[in-house]
């Protein structure tokens, strides 16, 4: 699945789902009643094809994109433990990625997001068909189901 395949996927799989597009990301909110703004605080995936947020992914490759899940913690730790946790900047001052022991920039490989890692985000750089069936469906289903509960806490 390309980006706009992965975007448009989540978009009709989803209900009562707002995507804003900024500089080419996604960013995928819930909100299941239209009548009501669209609260845009926190999204519960995102679809990053560039470097503007952060370099770790190498995102300008032609057609290279990072898709975003935000899990549960005992999700994110069954799928990598307690994680090898990284200081947030190196000696010179520049940003660390917040779990070492990872190829940020691998394709087809899920691993904590670089940098929200440490809120409970996984990411894949262009997942594949076999990795969408078995993993990444079940964790958008988490994720959905997450924000679906925030929201309905919230009202």
Same mark, same amino acid.
């Given at each position: 699945?390309?980006?706009?395949?992965?975007?448009?996927? &989540?978009?009709?799989?989803?209900?009562?789902?707002?995507?804003?597009?900024?500089?080419?990301?996604?960013?995928?909110?819930?909100? *299941?009643? *239209?009548? &009501? *703004?669209?609260? @845009?605080?926190?999204?519960?995936?995102?679809?990053?094809? %560039?470097? &503007?947020?952060?370099?770790? !992914?190498?995102?300008?490759? !032609?057609?290279?994109?990072?898709? %975003?899940?935000?899990? !549960?913690?005992?999700?994110?730790?069954?799928?990598?433990?307690?994680?090898? #946790?990284?200081?947030?900047?190196? #000696?010179?001052?520049?940003?660390?990625?917040?779990?070492?022991?990872?190829?940020?920039?691998?394709?087809?490989?899920?691993? *904590? @997001?670089?940098?929200?890692?440490?809120? @409970?985000?996984?990411?894949?750089?262009?997942?594949?068909?076999?990795? &969408?069936?078995?993993?990444? #469906?079940?964790?958008?289903?988490?994720?959905?189901?997450?924000?679906? %509960?925030?929201?309905?806490? #919230?009202?």
């Amino acid at each position: 699945m390309n980006e706009f395949e992965m975007s448009r996927y &989540i978009s009709e799989t989803f209900a009562g789902v707002d995507v804003v597009v900024e500089a080419g990301n996604s960013f995928f909110f819930y909100n *299941p009643d *239209p009548s &009501i *703004p669209p609260d @845009h605080l926190f999204p519960w995936v995102t679809l990053m094809t %560039n470097d &503007i947020n952060d370099q770790f !992914s190498n995102l300008n490759r !032609s057609s290279a994109y990072r898709l %975003n899940i935000g899990v !549960s913690k005992a999700t994110f730790q069954t799928l990598f433990g307690s994680g090898k #946790r990284s200081a947030n900047t190196d #000696r010179a001052g520049q940003a660390e990625a917040a779990f070492s022991g990872y190829d940020f920039m691998a394709l087809d490989q899920v691993m *904590p @997001h670089p940098v929200y890692g440490k809120m @409970h985000w996984v990411c894949v750089l262009n997942p594949g068909d076999a990795t &969408i069936e078995t993993t990444v #469906r079940p964790l958008l289903d988490e994720a959905y189901a997450m924000a679906g %509960n925030k929201y309905s806490n #919230r009202r």
